[in-house]
């Protein structure tokens, strides 16, 4: 009797049994995190035509308080206690990507010649000086919430006095209990909070401005 084929088959079945299990002892990849932006992706508006006069405004890089500089997307379960999502990240800290955002939105207001973001070699009238103080997604409450709190000073460079300052604190309920609705919410008050801004830096200049300034 030819038992070949029997052991054939049985050392193919004892090969793959082994290839499983060797598999399956390896370490697995850890998963890679999503990474997010705040820009919401909306094609750029054509700026308006700017007076010759109007002053230039610097952008400083925003600073972010305690528990808030960082790449992490920050979430609340409770009060004052901050926790990161595992497997979403921002692509950068919210701080470093809310300035060009900042910069854009207010040149679209025709307010300034120029909106210039920092470190730059140029000088301007007036420099926007900004602090993210928060922007998580709190689930103490039901839907979660997306509250985003940023301070603003503008400051005449000339005398180096402050001419207006404004916290502006927005907060949005989410479509979902989860990140990816927390993070499209993010980009919704950003937009939200950066008009007010600007508006509020439109306003603030022509008030205090007398004659052509760099």
């Not at 992490?72 to 999502?85: A, G, S």
């Not at 070699?121 to 940023?150: K, N, W």
């Amino acid at each position: 009797m030819n038992r070949w084929p029997s052991l054939r088959r049985l050392m193919l079945v004892t090969l793959v049994l082994l290839g499983g299990c060797g598999a399956s002892l390896l370490p697995k990849a850890p998963p890679v995190a999503a990474r997010h932006t705040l820009d919401d992706g909306a094609p750029s508006v054509a700026s308006p035509v700017l007076r010759a006069s109007a002053p230039t405004l610097i952008v400083s890089l925003p600073i972010a308080a305690a528990g808030f500089d960082t790449a992490h997307i920050v979430y609340l379960r409770q009060t004052q206690q901050i926790e990161h999502f595992a497997f979403n990240d921002w692509a950068d800290t919210p701080a470093n990507m809310l300035a060009p955002l900042i910069a854009r939105r207010i040149e679209r207001t025709g307010a300034f010649r120029a909106v210039l973001t920092a470190p730059t070699g140029a000088t301007g009238r007036y420099r926007l000086d900004t602090e993210l103080v928060r922007l998580q997604q709190d689930f103490t409450q039901q839907p979660s919430q997306v509250r985003l709190t940023l301070r603003a000073v503008l400051i005449d460079t000339s005398t180096r006095s402050v001419i207006a300052r404004r916290e502006f604190d927005a907060s949005l309920a989410t479509a979902a209990d989860d990140p990816y609705a927390g993070v499209r919410t993010a980009r919704l008050l950003t937009q939200q909070v950066l008009g007010e801004l600007a508006a509020f830096c439109a306003a603030s200049v022509p008030l205090t401005t007398t004659g052509s300034a760099p």
